[in-house]
């Protein structure tokens, strides 16, 4: 999926095991990013830098999502090791996943194997996405989706 693109409606469990719907994100600007896996060592300081910025996400009433295919209990634990304050969604099926393009062959230690490629999305009040950032490097990465957040809510 790309920039103009509307992004897909969705109903998955969170970490709670609670039935979430795209439709009740209807009229606010929001942040989706899909990562491989709970609990390893990029996934876990994607999620904290996230939260540790939250409340700038949230100040422009922008929350954060994550997605991946671990189940809602695998969330849980996540969510309390590591005091994460965003929203974690289970795509187990990986059907979402797939639909918006963060599945796909990758290369890690000189292999390639198929997996979810950290994806991260802007969605718009109106659901059309307006920033898309591919094959993620961690590093400094929410900071730079915060920069794009207000620097579209200035206008």
């Known amino acids: 999926m790309e920039t103009g693109d509307r992004f897909p409606d969705f109903e998955l469990p969170d970490e709670n095991g609670d039935i979430f719907r795209s439709s009740e994100l209807e009229g606010v600007r929001y942040v989706i990013y899909f990562y491989p896996r709970d609990g390893t060592a990029g996934c876990t300081r994607e999620a904290t830098d996230f939260t540790a910025l939250l409340p700038k996400f949230m100040m422009r009433n922008v929350p954060v999502i994550g ?3 671990d189940s809602s209990g695998s969330h849980r634990r996540f969510v309390d090791k ?11 099926d990986r059907v979402l996943t797939e639909k918006v393009g963060a599945w796909g062959v990758k290369r ?16 718009g009040r109106d659901g059309v996405i307006e920033a898309v950032w591919k094959n993620v490097r961690v590093d400094g990465h929410a900071e730079k989706v915060l920069e794009k957040v207000v620097s579209l809510v200035r206008h």
């Open 82 to 92: 590591n005091g994460l304050r965003i929203k974690l969604l289970s795509d187990s």
């Open 108 to 123: 890690m230690y000189g292999k390639e194997a198929e997996g979810t490629v950290r994806t991260t999305f802007l969605v």
């Open 67 to 69: 997605v991946s295919r």
